[in-house]
């Protein structure tokens, strides 16, 4: 009787069969009953039931090749363009390799067992089972290029300024071109979405910027700003009564840049916080091998990276990016209202400016100054 009693606390395994009318939400959420898949029919439930309900903050960090398999265009616009997305850490790649979109550049599906050696001889670029001419790299880096060297980016700035100025050009493009919603930089430019990129060294973009530098072209990316900058989006939203979320695709350096936001809150400048709010994570990387990219919330909570109050509602879901997150996105624009975009571009400066003057209020700062 007792077991009885405690088994009627959990929901009876019961699904409905697929029907040829069966909505990709409807099947996440009726037929995902177990394993992870019922990790992903959490997930797509803490997406849309917490995380965007109230105004919520909601950043999402990218790793891996997401963008040449056209997740940028399938996906992620349509997120940001309901307002589910308001603000990005991602690999500078993946912006790279968006703009060919942007550019009505081709990229063909091909297949991951081709002879590379091969591809190399006839100028093929491979990225697994994504192919396209080794053109598309010189003309998207003649296209970067083009743009860095105008007048407004020889300074210094963050990599969200950077990349909010040079998605302007390419949404110009685009125009020109007469593409829709093409690339992610771009829709990001127009819904005021702040991109970063945690190492932005590390990709084509960054590599142009350096043999710019070399000719004396002024821009270079401001990192110290880039840490500041994403600690005071999450401040503000926190000392409004927001929650803040973070949706986590893969690992790597954009989920420690993501998580870090907390602690750089916390521990670095001394202002009163608990960690973030809701944490949703897509990997394949397991835990025990101690990276980053695996690292379970509960390890984050030791950090002060997420809040403990909130850990029971933390999903971790083991599966292909490339498979989770179209159903993620079918689920949110079914299950969740828009919301009106935050254009947290456009408040950079404020938002930065408040949280240097809280710090320099704090005990942590006066105890700086007396060392």
Not at 133 to 156: G, M, N
């Amino acid at each position: 009787m007792k077991k009885t009693l405690k088994l009627r606390q959990f929901p009876r395994l019961n699904p409905p069969p697929v029907g040829r009318r069966t909505r990709a939400s409807d099947l996440v959420r009726q037929t995902f009953q177990a394993y992870n898949a019922a990790r992903l029919r959490e997930a797509a439930n803490l997406l849309t039931g917490k995380m965007l309900p109230r105004d919520g903050l909601v950043g999402v960090s990218l790793t891996g090749a997401l963008t040449p398999a056209g997740l940028g265009r399938s996906c992620l616009i349509p997120l940001i363009k309901a307002g589910f997305i308001d603000w990005i850490v991602t690999t500078g790649a993946n912006l790279y390799h968006d703009i060919h979109y942007g550019l009505d550049m081709a990229l063909h599906r091909g297949s991951p067992f081709l002879n590379d050696i091969d591809l190399r001889r006839r100028q093929i670029i491979r990225i697994y089972d994504i192919l396209f001419d080794y053109r598309v790299l010189l003309d998207t880096d003649a296209f970067i290029r083009q743009c860095i060297a105008s007048e407004e980016f020889q300074r210094p700035m963050g990599t969200d300024e950077f990349h909010y100025r040079l998605g302007r050009y390419v949404a110009l493009r685009e125009k020109k071109l007469r593409l829709k919603d093409a690339s992610l930089i771009s829709t990001a430019y127009r819904y005021g979405v702040p991109c970063f990129t945690s190492s932005p060294g590390d990709s084509s973009i960054g590599m142009n910027v350096a043999a710019m530098a070399l000719a004396g072209n002024k821009l270079a990316f401001d990192v110290n700003r880039d840490v500041n900058q994403t600690a005071a989006i999450v401040y503000d939203a926190k000392r409004r009564g927001r929650t803040s979320s973070v949706v986590i695709l893969g690992g790597g350096s954009p989920k420690n840049f993501i998580l870090q936001t907390e602690p750089q809150i916390q521990e670095v400048l001394g202002l009163k916080e608990s960690g973030h709010d809701y944490f949703l994570q897509i990997t394949d990387a397991r835990p025990d091998t101690g990276g980053l990219s695996g690292a379970t919330p509960a390890e984050a909570v030791s950090w002060g990276k997420v809040d403990p109050k909130t850990l029971p509602d933390a999903v971790v879901c083991y599966t292909d990016t490339t498979i989770a997150l179209p159903l993620l996105t079918a689920c949110a624009l079914d299950h969740a209202k828009p919301r009106q975009p935050k254009r947290l571009i456009k408040r950079r400066d404020e938002l930065l400016a408040k949280a240097a003057t809280d710090y320099k209020k704090s005990r942590f700062y006066r105890k700086f100054l007396d060392s």
